[in-house]
């Protein structure tokens, strides 16, 4: 089922596997290309990864990574006992790169995407970084080049009656993520951005 610390997958607790399960059936848009990765063991009692690239005519936009955490007696700092982890990259177009604006806009992109998909959350917290590559001698006919990162983190808040997280809602607001750093526009509502879309897409078991 997942990377697990100490434990197989399938003795993981029943709220940690129900929202691995939300992750791996969630539909999302059919520019973002989800593979399960394997999670990191320090982090948590249990975790589960996924890496995602979004791809418009063959070209990678922008590429992230996702984790979810948990901790069955809870974490004070999260809150909870999940927590969603996030790194996203993505190049950023000439004039957008030196927009001073770019840190404030790129977190209300996670923000405002969790807000539309209905993904409750708490706690959040994070970076907006920026870098310039400028190239010289031998390399010098490069075109110079700036990528933006985000990293991020937020507790999914469980839903009615003790079900835990909905972590399918999150992951779409992700990928809305992952497309708005791609510079692709928004879809026109929840059944747009699940058109076509396909699930998360298991590791090879020689990957296991």
Known sequence: ?????????DEAPFLFRHAVEGLRSARVRPEVRIEEAAAP????????ALEATVLADGEELADGRLVLLHEPAGHDSWHG?????????????PEMA???????????????ALDARGAAYQEPSGTVSRASSHYFGAIGD?????????RASWTP??????AGPDTAAHLAAWCDLLCACAGLPPADGPEQAV??????????????
């Open 81 to 93: 006992d999940f927590r969603l982890v996030t790194l996203v990259r993505a190049e950023l177009e």
């Open 1 to 9: 089922m997942a990377a697990v610390t100490g434990h197989l997958g």
């Open 195 to 208: 058109r076509g879309g396909a699930g998360v897409l298991p590791l090879p078991k020689r990957r296991t």
């Open 142 to 150: 490069r075109v110079d080049d700036t990528q933006m990162e985000i």
């Open 41 to 48: 063991r320090r982090l948590a009692a249990y975790a589960y």
């Open 98 to 112: 030196g927009d001073p604006l770019l840190p404030e806009v790129s977190w209300s992109w996670l923000t405002g």
């Open 157 to 162: 808040r469980e839903g009615p009656g003790g």
